[in-house]
């Protein structure tokens, strides 16, 4: 019992350690803060100012200014970068308990293997490694620092497909966002394979809490609204033929049943009349991309189909000009015919 509630000791000992070096790492801020310190001086952060990040909280960061320290609401400013102390070593290398390789060994550090640095001199660095919390003394020549970039979260305040050569990013009003950096009035943000996009200020608001943005992560859709987009495009240019669903031809409704089929494994109806009762009813002004749009262009009901993609445009398989391609629900010709719009992804 006591052995064990020795080596429970030592563990939180180390745990603390590493807690109280690991966050020493950079923010910036992307609005203007202004706050009173403890002589009721007023301390400014301008916006897109850098600072150093200290401490993360649920709901704020401490961050360094002029030797002092400041608590920081989450959603004025972003941390870019995380465990700037954290180290691995080039190939493997041993561990000793004091600065002596004639010392005992405490551990072999294979590379990949994650460390936080206590403190340092000119051959050997005090290292915790993050995992089982051993702690000695490595060479210094054989370690290298890592330096990650970090991932805050805000919320998207519009719906819209972005572009980056061939990747694609939805956002949708309301679901979770990553952010990377922001710069020049603009955020940087990124998809689920850590592609960068750029979108105005504006476009997002940062959440105050990580509780706020797991619960929107826990509601998104944008992911597999952007592999159905994306898919989408990849078709443009292929010709319409009648009664076919792919992988080489489309028409309308053959188009969007293979989108919905291969891409997310849901199966809507085959035909552009009985895909006007699939998913829910969207008014027009509620469209959001993956979001099927319906046409009558016989005068004898829904007789055409395609997918929105945002800002008044869908893809689809056109039989008038006999290929998968990009027009606007809101010209004149499809204006005209509109008769509804459906949400099969929720």
């Avoid at 308990?97 to 001199?121: C, H, T, W």
């Avoid at 319409?240 to 028409?251: E, F, L, Q, S, T």
Wanted: charged content about 20%; hydrophobic content about 35%.
């Amino acid at each position: 019992m006591h052995n064990r509630k020795h080596k429970l000791a030592f563990k939180t000992l180390a745990l603390c350690m590493l807690m109280a070096v690991a966050f020493k790492d950079t923010g910036i801020f992307i609005k203007d803060f202004a706050l009173m310190n403890d002589q009721t001086a007023e301390i400014t952060f301008e916006k897109e100012e850098e600072v150093k990040v200290a401490k993360e909280g649920s709901d704020s960061y401490q961050v360094l200014k002029d030797g002092s320290y400041y608590s920081i609401p989450k959603d004025v400013m972003i941390r870019t970068t995380r465990s700037a102390d954290r180290y691995t070593v080039k190939e493997p290398a041993i561990m000793y308990k004091e600065q002596d390789v004639n010392s005992q060994v405490v551990k072999e550090i294979q590379p990949g293997e994650e460390l936080v640095m206590a403190s340092y001199n000119d051959t050997y660095g005090y290292f915790i490694t993050a995992e089982s919390f051993h702690i000695g003394y490595i060479n210094m020549n054989n370690t290298q620092r890592k330096i990650t970039e970090n991932i805050s979260y805000g919320m998207s305040n519009i719906t819209r497909v972005l572009k980056n050569g061939e990747n694609t990013l939805v956002l949708v009003n309301g679901e979770a966002v990553g952010v990377k950096n922001f710069q020049n009035g603009q955020f940087e943000i990124v998809d689920d394979k850590m592609n960068s996009y750029f979108i105005e200020e504006t476009a997002v608001t940062l959440f105050r809490t990580l509780e706020q943005a797991s619960r929107a992560a826990e509601r998104g859709s944008g992911a597999a609204i952007a592999k159905i987009v994306e898919a989408a495009h990849n078709q443009i240019g292929k010709p319409y033929v009648y009664g076919a669903a792919g992988p080489n031809a489309y028409d309308c409704s053959g188009f969007t049943y293979a989108l919905f089929k291969n891409e997310l494994g849901t199966t809507i109806p085959r035909t552009s009349s009985a895909q006007g009762s699939a998913g829910v009813k969207v008014e027009k002004s509620q469209l959001i991309p993956g979001d099927l749009v319906l046409f009558n262009t016989t005068g004898r009901g829904i007789s055409h189909v395609g997918l929105y993609i945002g800002d008044g445009n869908m893809i689809h398989a056109s039989s008038g000009k006999r290929q998968v391609r990009i027009d606007n629900i809101n010209s004149g010709y499809y204006s005209q015919r509109y008769v509804t719009g459906r949400r099969v992804i929720n």
